[in-house]
């Protein structure tokens, strides 16, 4: 089981995510959410899924793609750190990301399948390190991180986004 990491173990633009990640068990808790994120996401219809609530913004889908996006990132940074990699990992534009991926072009069941191998990806290189190596510090977007506090913000990205989806796009 991981502990939440301490303020001085990541920068504090990951700060907002990292304290959205639940107490306790990290990984059972990355375990369960994917069932209910895909739960979530495979109820709507396509045309839900096709909703943007403002000119401008994602829609449900590219809110999903987004995630399963993002969490690739933040684990092969997690991984490169974890390893004892001291490069520094440079940021990436999540609208950049969302503009040249076509995610409206897929369906919401092909979405959902492609988030569920990504997190199964997570789970597995989580479950493979050992207690040292979520504690070793590298660089990402200018920044240090744990390889725990990146684990961390996976769980409150996701967590973040959620809340957008019930609150701006399913009103629930």
Do not use: C
Not at 15 to 28: E, F, K, N, R, V
Not at 34 to 57: D, I, N, P, V, W
Not at 130 to 139: E, I, M
Request: aromatic share 8%; charged share 25%.
């Amino acid at each position: 089981m991981l502990n939440r990491p301490s303020a001085d173990e990541y920068g504090a633009h990951f700060g907002t995510y990292i304290a959205l990640a639940p107490d306790g068990d990290l990984q059972q808790h990355l375990l369960t959410a994917r069932s209910q994120t895909a739960e979530l996401f495979t109820s709507l219809t396509e045309e839900q899924a096709a909703y943007r609530y403002a000119e401008g913004k994602w829609s449900v889908k590219e809110v999903l793609g987004h995630i399963a996006d993002t969490e690739r990132v933040m684990s092969y940074r997690l991984l490169r750190i974890a390893r004892g990699d001291q490069t520094p990992l440079p940021g990436f534009d999540e609208n950049t990301f969302v503009a040249g991926a076509s995610f409206d072009d897929r369906t919401v069941a092909e979405l959902v399948e492609d988030y569920e191998a990504v997190r199964g990806a997570t789970l597995s290189l989580l479950r493979g390190l050992s207690p040292g190596a979520f504690l070793r510090k590298g660089t990402a977007s200018n920044t240090g991180i744990t390889a725990r506090a990146l684990a961390y913000v996976i769980a409150g990205h996701e967590l973040h986004h959620l809340n957008v989806v019930r609150e701006r796009y399913l009103n629930r």
